[in-house]
């Protein structure tokens, strides 16, 4: 993945997947939520750097879901088809990230 765009703000394609494996292991309501998503991406990355990754990530969503966004690629319109029924998979490469969180 070393040619996965710097779209994220300067995260990494391996910070930005443990980031999203964080946010769905740490509840919401946990107080100090952010410092332990921070420590589980791997230190390098501030309780105050994934919190405005987060804003961001709620932000594209947000813009998503709005129906705003332009399906055009190389100025040709392009269309994705997405079945909603389908469930995600679990890749090896997804289970070592999650190994690496190391959470005990």
């Known amino acids: 993945m070393d040619s996965f765009p710097n779209i994220f703000c ?3 394609w391996e910070e930005n997947k443990l980031f999203e494996l964080a946010l769905t292991m740490v509840d919401e309501q946990v107080p100090d939520r952010w410092e332990l998503v921070a420590a589980m991406v791997g230190g390098e990355k501030s309780a105050e750097d994934v919190q405005k990754h987060y804003v961001i990530l709620l932000e594209d969503l947000q ?10 690629l190389g100025g040709e319109a392009f269309q994705v088809e997405l079945d909603c029924n389908q469930s995600l998979c679990w890749t090896d490469e997804d289970n070592s990230l999650l190994l690496q969180l190391n959470i005990n």
Do not use: A, P, V
């Open 10 to 12: 300067g995260w990494s």
């Open 63 to 72: 813009f998503i879901e709005s129906g705003k966004l332009d399906h055009k």
